[in-house]
Nanobody, 117 residues
Framework: QVQLVESGGGLVQAGGSLRLSCAAS????????MGWHRQAPGKQRELVAR???????NYADSVKGRFTISRDNAKNTVYLQMGGLKPEDTAVYYC???????????WGQGTQVTVSS
């Protein structure tokens, strides 16, 4: 099993920045990639960004150029640096880890990000 603990959400004004952190523990050898999804009220959960064990990254088109995902292997932590925040970025952000099947298998509890206009 893998445990994921997120931190760093909060309330910010439009145009501001936040950094989310996700610390992983447990059977880390099972993890091929980690990432962030988000879910806004009344909407489906969507991928925001992911980073593989080798460092390759993917981003949703809506956040390209504004968000950056990174990892600190020594701390088993993944970060999501969010800049140029918009009200439409308001959502609960979930950290996830992809297992051997390269699909999200483990999830954190979620952290709320609210962007005011």
């Amino acid at each position: 099993q893998v445990q994921l603990v997120e931190s760093g959400g909060g309330l910010v004004q439009a145009g501001g920045s936040l950094r989310l952190s996700c610390a992983a523990s447990g059977s880390l050898f099972r993890i091929n990639a980690m990432g962030w999804h988000r879910q806004a009220p009344g909407k489906q959960r969507e991928l925001v960004a992911r980073i593989t064990r080798g460092g390759s990254t993917n981003y949703a088109d809506s956040v390209k150029g504004r968000f950056t995902i990174s990892r600190d292997n020594a701390k088993n932590t993944v970060y999501l640096q969010m800049g140029g925040l918009k009200p439409e970025d308001t959502a609960v952000y979930y950290c996830n880890a992809e297992g051997p099947r390269w699909t999200p298998e483990f999830w954190g509890q979620g952290t709320q990000v609210t962007v005011s206009s």
